[in-house]
C-alpha cells in the first residue's frame, strides 16, 4: 500500500530490531495548542465511558481525542508495521503533575486483557516533554525477552514492575517530544518514567492498536463494560470484539 506516511525498509529494520521507532510528528506545533486547550476544557473535565477514570478510552465519546489517535501520521506508519486492518483498542491519557509518581519499567503485555498479546502504541505528546519534566525512557532490544514482574517497589504509580534484578538500564533512550509528536513500540518493549521533578505538567497519550484476530476482554479490568473498539484501517474481517463508529462531536 502506497501511503505518504508509509515506513522505509531502513526503518521497519529498526523497529524489528529495536521494538520502537521515532519520533515522529503529527500535528504541527500551532493547531496542537487547540487541541490541548479543547481536551483540557472538554474532555478532562467531563466523565468519558469509563466510570472509574476520564483517562481512559475517551476515543469513544470524543472527536478530538479519536482525530489525534487515528491520525494518519500515526496509523499509516502502524499499517506499514501490522499491515492493512487495524483496531483502535485502547486509548489513556497519561498525565503527571509536577511531583507525580515514578512509573516503574515494565512490559505493557504484563498488564493487558488481549489475547494473542499482540499490539502497536503510539505515545503522543500533548505537553513539551522533557527529561525535567519525565520523559517516557525506553530500552532498546528489551522487546526479545518476555521478563517476570513483581509487585511494585513502594512509591510507584503502577503496582507491579518488570523484576529489576532482570535487566540493565545502562543504554536507556530519552523521548523528547514537542506538543504533537510520538513515537511507536510493541507491547514487550520496556519503558519507565521519572518522577515529574520539573513545575511542568507532563501529559501525553497512549494509543493502542491490534489486529482484528486479537480477542479482547472488553469487559475486564483495565477495560471497563460498554468498552468498544473502533476500526481505524481496513475492516474488522473477523467480528471478534464489540466495535462502534467513530465519534462525531466532543
Ligand atoms: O507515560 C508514561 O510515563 C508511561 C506510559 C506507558 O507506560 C505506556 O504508554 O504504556
Excluded at 483498542?89 to 504484563?110: C, M, R, S, V, Y
Excluded at 519503558?191 to 491490534?210: A, C, F, I, K
Amino acid at each position: 500500500m502506497s501511503d505518504s506516511h508509509s515506513l522505509s525498509p531502513a526503518e521497519i529494520a529498526f523497529f524489528h530490531q529495536n521494538g520502537y521507532l521515532g519520533p515522529f510528528a503529527a500535528v504541527p506545533l500551532g493547531e496542537m495548542a487547540a487541541i490541548v486547550a479543547h481536551i483540557d476544557a472538554h474532555v478532562l473535565t467531563k466523565d468519558g465511558p469509563n466510570p472509574q477514570t476520564r483517562l481512559q478510552s475517551r476515543h469513544m465519546d470524543s472527536k478530538v481525542v479519536f482525530d489525534l489517535a487515528s491520525h494518519p501520521a500515526i496509523i499509516g506508519r502502524m499499517a506499514s508495521l501490522y499491515g492493512p486492518d487495524l483496531v483502535l483498542w485502547a486509548t489513556n491519557f497519561f498525565n503527571k503533575e509536577p511531583g507525580g509518581k515514578e512509573i516503574p519499567w515494565h512490559q505493557d503485555l504484563n498488564y493487558w486483557p488481549i489475547e494473542p498479546v499482540l499490539n502497536i502504541s503510539a505515545w503522543v505528546a500533548l505537553d513539551d516533554v522533557r527529561v525535567d519534566n519525565s520523559c517516557v525512557q525506553i530500552l532498546p532490544g528489551s522487546h526479545k525477552k518476555v521478563l517476570p514482574h513483581i509487585p511494585s517497589r513502594d512509591g510507584m504509580a503502577f503496582s507491579e514492575e518488570a523484576d529489576p534484578s532482570a535487566f540493565s538500564t545502562e543504554r536507556l533512550v530519552n523521548m523528547e517530544l514537542k506538543p504533537g509528536e510520538f513515537f511507536l513500540f510493541n507491547e514487550k518493549l520496556l519503558h519507565h518514567s521519572e518522577p515529574n521533578r520539573s513545575s511542568r505538567r507532563r501529559l501525553g497519550m497512549s494509543v493502542r492498536v491490534t489486529l482484528p484476530i486479537v480477542k479482547i476482554e472488553q469487559d475486564r479490568s483495565p477495560l471497563h463494560p460498554g468498552h468498544c473498539a473502533i476500526v481505524v484501517r481496513g475492516q474488522d474481517t473477523m467480528g471478534f470484539n464489540r466495535t462502534m463508529s467513530a465519534p462525531t462531536a466532543g
